[in-house]
């Protein structure tokens, strides 16, 4: 009679568990974590990146932004965060790629044409 009450109490501590774990996931980085300096290139090119700056707390973005322009084939002016992307934003407002956070200041985005691209944060020296 003990084994129910003892399997019920495992499963609602597994639930629990998991729905922490899923919420702490899924925390949404501040415009601050991710300001600075980034490169962003086409996968095994990094020697011809474009420098950028994202800047916060406007979420501006700043740097060779024509270089931007011929990677994602549109201009670009901003950026936002959500909880697993990085969002490059067009002038009117609308989110024109969502990066996908790949590992801690790397995240990666494919083209339709198939290249992946990515966008890097620089170290700080």
């Known amino acids: 009679m003990?084994?129910?009450p003892m399997v019920a109490l495992g499963a609602v501590s597994m639930m629990l568990i998991t729905e922490v774990g899923m919420a702490s996931s899924l925390l949404l980085p501040n415009p601050a974590q991710l300001a600075g300096d980034w490169e962003l290139y086409a996968e095994h090119e990094k020697a011809a990146a474009c420098q950028l700056q994202l800047?916060?707390?406007e979420t501006l973005l700043e740097g060779d932004l024509q270089c931007l322009q011929q990677l994602i084939g549109q201009p670009a002016s901003g950026w936002l965060v959500t909880p697993d992307t990085l969002a490059l934003m067009g002038a009117d407002g609308s989110a024109l790629v969502h990066f996908n956070r790949y590992k801690p200041g790397l995240y990666k985005w494919?083209?339709?044409?198939g290249k992946t691209l990515l966008l890097e944060r620089k170290s700080k020296e």
Do not use: G, N, S
């Open 2 to 4: 003990l084994r129910k």
């Open 55 to 57: 800047r916060a707390p």
């Open 110 to 113: 494919t083209t339709p044409a």
